[in-house]
Structure formats: C-alpha cells, structure tokens
C-alpha cells in the first residue's frame, strides 16, 4: 500500500509541476524588424537608377524595379535616398537611358549635388553618393 502511495504522489507532483518548467515559451513576435543601418558615422546620399533587365522577362518595369529599391533604401538608418524621378530626370538631361560607366555615375552624382563614391554593376544600378544629408 505505502509502496502504491508513493507512485501516486510521484504522478500527481509529476502533474503539477509539468505545465511550470519546459513547456511554457514565450510566443513568437510576429511583425517586428530590427532597424536596417548603414555603417559609419557620415550620413550617405543614394541615388538609384532605373534597373537593367537581365532577366529576359518582358514584364519587368524598370521604373518600377527601381522604386522599390528607392522605399527599400528609406528604410536603413544613415542613408537618405534620392527618389528615383530626381535621377531619372538627370539621366534625361544628360540624354542617357542607363547609367553605363563610373564616369556617367559620377557625372549623374554631381548633377544630383553629391559626390560619386562608389559604383556598382549589378541588376539594379546604384550610385552612391557621399555628401552629408
């Protein structure tokens, strides 16, 4: 009897004290981002071209393309971006469909009233501006 006791106050301590240890974790937070930021203590001014189609898709719209980088880019602390009409308007003036060379980059930057820094060939032009914004 004492033996059968025993085991039933083993089950009964087992089920109190189950729901308080492992079991309980704290619920996923759905919705909430770390704050994207740029390295470095100067303030960076970018401006994005519209993007080149290396897909061989005809539906991408590189205007298009191009603005959703631009909102991607407001997002990351210590960049301001330059909205997109601003560079197409000076890739206008300067009767250029795309950005072709570091020269036009920086030909573009100085246009725009910043400093070509850097400039990458990739799917979606950027030129990087280094003035304080």
Do not use: H
């Not at 994005?48 to 880019?73: E, H, I, K, T």
């Not at 601003?86 to 036009?104: F, G, K, N, P």
């Amino acid at each position: 009897m004492q033996m059968r006791w025993k085991a039933v106050m083993a089950v009964l301590i087992g089920a109190i004290l189950l729901p308080a240890t492992g079991c309980s974790q704290a619920p996923p937070q759905y919705g909430i981002e770390r704050p994207t930021f740029l390295p470095g203590r100067k303030r960076q001014a970018w401006a994005v071209a519209p993007v080149v189609n290396l897909s061989g898709q005809r539906a991408v719209d590189p205007l298009l393309q191009a603005d959703l980088v631009f909102q991607q880019l407001q997002q990351v602390e210590g960049v301001t971006a330059i909205p997109v009409n601003r560079t197409v308007e000076v890739l206008a003036s300067l009767r250029l469909e795309r950005v072709q060379s570091e020269q036009q980059a920086a030909l573009v930057c100085e246009l725009l009233g910043c400093l070509a820094r850097r400039f990458n060939c990739s799917s979606s032009r950027r030129i990087t501006c280094g003035r304080r914004a």
